[in-house]
């Protein structure tokens, strides 16, 4: 009787949300809950997919995000959605996330595709209605092969999936030259030209 007293009473703790206080430190396991008298139905609801982000860069690549950092709702729920536009030419570059990846094209026309740890690469070209998953971790990008634009949604499974490409990891940030020489066989002019395109600095 007592442990059923007890698991009763743990069962009314359960709550059916926990909207990030984003005013607090994000750890492993998410944000903290927010005080539940403040929590309104706009901690539900994101609006920041409607429009594009800026493509001005590079790749002719934007992307408008809703994690959790954007939309608190998201705070536990193991899921969000990116919102991707490519210019003619664009390119999402190889890149990486913590979880699966799931795309499903608006428009246009884009050959996506992974390389897995085999070195096995599989792509296909996608048109509008296709979509194509991407397994966690493995390396992937997306590339506009059509004459138009592309409007692409990509969801992950998780709230904070996480990004890392490969070209920014290493030409914008701080590795000194000599050791990307080392780990990508590139020569100095070559990491040079990268690193003043990217923003890298050394």
């Known amino acids: 009787m007592f442990s059923f007293l007890v698991s009763l009473s743990c069962a009314t703790i359960i709550s059916d949300y926990c909207v990030g206080d984003l005013s607090q430190p994000d750890g492993p396991a998410g944000y903290p809950c927010k005080d539940p008298a403040k929590v309104t139905v706009d901690d539900f609801v994101y609006s920041g997919l409607r429009v594009a982000a800026s493509s001005a860069n590079p790749f002719k690549f934007g992307a408008n995000n809703a ?12 899921i969000s959605i990116t919102r991707a536009d490519l210019d003619v030419g664009g390119v999402v570059p190889l890149h990486t996330h913590r979880v699966a990846e799931l795309i499903i094209i608006i428009q246009g026309t884009v ?21 194509m998953i991407f397994p966690p971790t493995l390396l992937h990008f997306q ?8 409007l692409a949604y ?8 996480g990004f890392q490409a490969v070209d920014l990891a290493l030409f914008r940030s701080s590795l000194p030259s000599e050791l990307i020489e080392k780990v990508t066989l590139l020569d100095d002019a070559q990491i040079n030209k990268l690193k003043k395109l990217l923003g890298g600095t050394n």
């Open 67 to 78: 994690t959790v950092t954007q939309f608190p709702g998201l705070n536990g729920m193991d």
């Open 111 to 131: 050959i996506g595709g992974f390389i897995d740890t085999k070195n096995t690469a599989y792509y296909k070209t996608l048109s509008k209605g296709d979509i």
């Open 143 to 150: 590339i506009n092969v059509g004459s138009t634009p592309v």
């Open 154 to 161: 990509a969801t992950f499974a998780s709230e904070n999936p």
